[in-house]
């Protein structure tokens, strides 16, 4: 049976920013070949007019997170700057999209989309009842994005052929199943 797609569900693509590309300061290994699946899920989301949700990293340079401020990470995703941008060919299209930033103070990190920001009320406004997940990375913002919805009560498919991790990538699948996730590949859904 396919899944067929009706107003109550939305896309999120969690941060397919140019700092996650390779290339970028804190680089996910090929990160960039899920781009073009994910271009497939956007045009479908919007083929059917249902809302889109882009998750980013968006840190002041004096971040928590940073090794230059006592975190684990070396700098990336600082606001306004080209590696916070939106990685290249990712398609961003204009109608019934939202930007998310996340992580945008000093000292408050942000792995889930929901943390700090506003994602769950504007889900909530327009009746989401199931969420689409894709992105960067499977064994952080990815796993987090999906435990943080699943814990609101969101159905939580996870877009496995548009994930890609950097550690612990089968690890954080088996924890998103044991949460109730839902693994799924592009073929599963009803064009
Ligand atoms: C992420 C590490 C630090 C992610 C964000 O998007 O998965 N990872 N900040
Ligand atoms: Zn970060």
């Known amino acids: 049976m396919k899944i067929k797609l009706t107003p109550k569900d939305a896309l999120i693509v969690v941060d397919m920013q140019r700092d996650f590309m390779p290339g970028g300061a804190l680089p996910v290994k090929d990160g960039d070949k899920i781009i ?3 271009n497939r899920y956007i045009q479908l ?6 809302p889109i949700f882009f998750t980013r990293d968006w840190h002041p340079s004096n971040h928590l997170s940073f090794t230059t401020h006592g975190g684990r990470w070396p700098v990336h995703c600082v606001a306004n700057t080209a ?6 060919d990712l398609l961003i299209l204009q109608d019934n999209k939202f930007i998310i930033s996340k992580g945008t103070v ?4 942000a792995y889930s989309g929901f943390q700090g920001t506003i994602l769950h009320n ?6 989401i009842q199931r969420v689409f997940i894709c992105g960067v990375a499977t064994d952080f913002c ?8 699943l814990h609101l009560s969101y159905i939580a498919f996870i877009l496995n052929d548009a994930i890609k991790g950097v550690m ?3 690890e954080a699948k088996e924890e998103l199943l044991a949460n109730g996730g839902i693994l799924i590949d592009y073929n599963d859904l009803a064009k």
């Not at 989301?45 to 249902?50: D, I, P, R, T, Y």
């Not at 000093?106 to 990190?109: K, Q, R, Y």
Request: no cysteine; aromatic share 8%; charged share 30%.
């Open 168 to 170: 612990q990538e089968e």
């Open 142 to 149: 990815v796993k987090h994005t999906a435990l943080g919805a």
């Open 122 to 127: 504007l889900l909530q406004e327009r009746g």
């Open 106 to 109: 000093e000292d408050f990190d």
């Open 83 to 88: 590696g916070a941008a939106f990685a290249k």
């Open 45 to 50: 989301f919007s083929n059917k007019s249902l």
């Open 36 to 38: 073009p699946t994910i």
